[in-house]
Each structure stands twice: as C-alpha cells, then as structure tokens.
T-cell receptor, first 114, second 114 residues
C-alpha cells in the first residue's frame, strides 16, 4: 500500500531533550515536506526537500532541522525542544514532476513539550 | 508571497442541504488549488484539485469545487450534505512553477446536523 509513515504517533518530552520524528514513504516520491498544524493557523510548512541532499526552509523553520540522505526518508529533528513546539506534525510527499499532483500525508505526530 | 484564506472557522448545515466551504487565494501567475479533508486523529486526505481546464472540478465523495479567476476563489460544494461529511476541511494553493509548493488555509470545521 502506498503510504507515508510517521513515527511516533504521540510523544511527550521535556524541554531541551533532543528528539527525532521519522518519516518514510514507499512511493519513490522526490518531494517531501514537514508541516505543523496549530488551531486557527492551518498547516504551516517547516522544511521541504526536492530530492536527496536538497532541503530548504519553509515558513516556520526556527528550532527544527531536517536531513534527506535517502529518497524515502525525511526525519524532523528538534535539537532542543521548547513548549512552543507543542503541535501536531505532518509529513507529506509527492512526485516532483508535474506540480498538479497532490500530496500524500502521514497520519501525524502529536508532540507535547513540557 | 502567496496566501490562502478560509474566512469561516465553522460551517453548520443540516443533513440533505447543500453545503459550501469558502476559499480565496492570492498567488502569482497561474494557480493550482486543492481541497483536503481531515477526520479526527487522521492525516489529510485529498478531495480534489484544479490545475487548468474546466472551472468546475469534481472530486471524491460527491464534492466539487468551482474555480473563479476573477474572484480568486475556489469554493468547495456538495449538493446534499451527509452527517459523515463532518470534518475539518483545508484549502491549499500554490503558483505554477513555485518550488515552495502548497500554502494551506487555516481550515474550516464542517458540522452536518442530523
């Protein structure tokens, strides 16, 4: 089944403790992206990657890092999480060719930083 | 900068009545536009898209959307609402040729009353 898999689904952590949220897709998509969803703000793009070793900042990149060493994986790294990073996070992927293709989204990761 | 606006946080409609969820966009050049739906504790699911061609786009679950270039709108519609249509709906858009891809609206919670 074609899908985007995120782990973990739920995570509670303490301020300053480094964490990684994994994202993997099995559709050979070039383009991958991370979003955070907050009430009243919709989805805001954190980082995106147009292919292996090619990443760029989205609208809200502060406090986050990403890497794209393999085509299928696009982990989101919080080096020193803070409470304002408490949010619902989504990974998404799509084919790069033909911008008319929509995203496939993961099921989300609900992160709480205390 | 591109933007997508959903002016209504909440839309209530009686089952069997037509529904409309509004979306306006601001992008440079030719837009491509999407509607996604999110059910509780789930990721976003693709409903429909407009890239070019007919202004009336038909999508999944009986939904359709009308692209209006002069009003820069892309409203989601359904002739007869079902209780099971109750969910959070997101409009998203981008400019053809944009590497930044999609910008999402803030979401509209649709509640269909039995």
């Amino acid at each position: 089944e074609a899908q985007v898999t995120q782990n973990p689904r739920y995570l509670i952590t303490v301020t300053g403790k480094k964490l990684t949220v994994t994202c993997s897709q099995n559709m050979n998509h070039e383009y991958m992206s991370w979003y955070r969803q907050d009430p009243g703000l919709g989805l805001r793009q954190i980082y995106y990657s147009m292919n292996v070793e090619v990443t760029d900042k989205g609208d809200v990149p502060e406090g986050y890092k990403v890497s794209r060493k393999e085509k299928r994986n696009f982990p989101l790294i919080l080096e020193s999480p803070s409470p304002n990073q408490t949010s619902l996070y989504f990974c998404a992927s799509r084919l790069q060719t033909g911008q008319g293709y929509g995203y496939t989204f993961g099921s989300g990761t609900r992160l709480t930083v205390v | 900068a591109q933007s997508v606006a959903q002016p209504e946080d909440q839309v209530n409609v009686a089952e069997g009545n037509p529904l409309t969820v509004k979306c306006t966009y601001s992008v440079s050049g030719n837009p491509y536009l999407f509607w996604y739906v999110q059910y509780p504790n789930r990721g976003l699911q693709f409903l429909l898209k407009y890239i070019t061609g007919d202004n009336l786009v038909k999508g999944s679950y009986g939904f359709e959307a009308e692209f209006n270039k002069s009003q820069t709108s892309f409203h989601l519609k359904k002739p007869s609402a079902l209780v099971s249509d109750s969910a959070l709906y997101f409009c998203a858009g981008g400019a053809s040729g944009s590497a930044r891809q999609l910008t999402f609206g803030s979401g509209t919670q649709l509640t269909v009353l039995p």
